[in-house]
T-cell receptor
């Protein structure tokens, strides 16, 4: 069974600074996918970044990048130049092509002006 | 392109009643996922439908059920409502399986009194 753990229930960061959100997962699958989703206070969940486990290169999307450590089963999210609009719940998730997606418990990030 | 839509936005029921929640996926998406998000908690996987079939369900009692229609829209039914069923119910659609980005709807806020 897949599990996803986020050990930081809450975090805060000063505007323009960099913050890293942690995520660890466990899976017996060899081909799987990892995601970071963002849920702002308005509640609409959106995808931040996606990583295919078979790719060694870390995914990046503008100010968002991941540190994917496959052997350690770690998938952290780095947000550079934090902006007020980054304030949200962040969920790490794992899925395979033939099964459901499992979400972690989330990290509440506050960006402080 | 229209996003995932859910109806109703809010639903107030009394204990013991039945609730029906509806979800329309993005055009071209065949998979629909349902999640329960209790206040301050993460996403708990409820049900996954793909191509009209139930592919997987989470650890919820049988009074949580649903179906997917030929046009890939979906319905979640909750029978014999209990107070702890009060939560935000999120629907997400995707191409198929757990390897692709999930597109979330705005949710239905169910309140059981």
């Amino acid at each position: 069974a897949q599990t996803v753990t986020q050990s930081q229930p809450e975090m805060s960061v000063q505007e323009a600074e960099t913050v890293t959100l942690s995520c660890t997962y466990d899976t017996s699958e060899s081909n799987y996918y990892l995601f970071w989703y963002k849920q702002p206070p308005s509640r609409q969940m959106i995808l931040v970044i996606r990583q295919e486990a078979y790719k060694q290169q870390n995914a990046t999307e503008n100010r968002f990048s991941v540190n994917f450590q496959k052997a350690a089963k770690s998938f952290s999210l780095k947000i550079s130049d934090s902006q007020l609009g980054d304030t949200a719940m962040y969920f790490c998730a794992s899925g395979t092509s033939y099964d459901k997606v499992i979400f972690g418990p989330g990290t509440s990030l506050s960006v402080i002006p | 392109e229209a996003g995932v839509t859910q109806s109703p936005t809010h639903l107030i029921k009394t204990r013991g009643q039945q609730a029906t929640l509806r979800c329309s996926p993005i055009s071209g998406h065949t998979s629909v996922y349902w999640y329960q998000q209790a206040l301050g908690l993460g996403l708990q996987f409820l049900l996954w439908y793909d191509e009209g079939e139930e592919r997987n369900r989470g650890n919820f009692p049988p009074r949580f059920s649903g179906r997917q229609f030929p046009n890939y829209s979906s319905e979640l039914n909750v029978n014999a409502l209990e107070l702890e069923d009060s939560a935000l119910y999120l629907c997400a659609s995707t191409l198929t399986g757990g390897s692709y980005e999930q597109y979330f709807g705005p949710g239905t806020r169910l309140t059981v009194t």
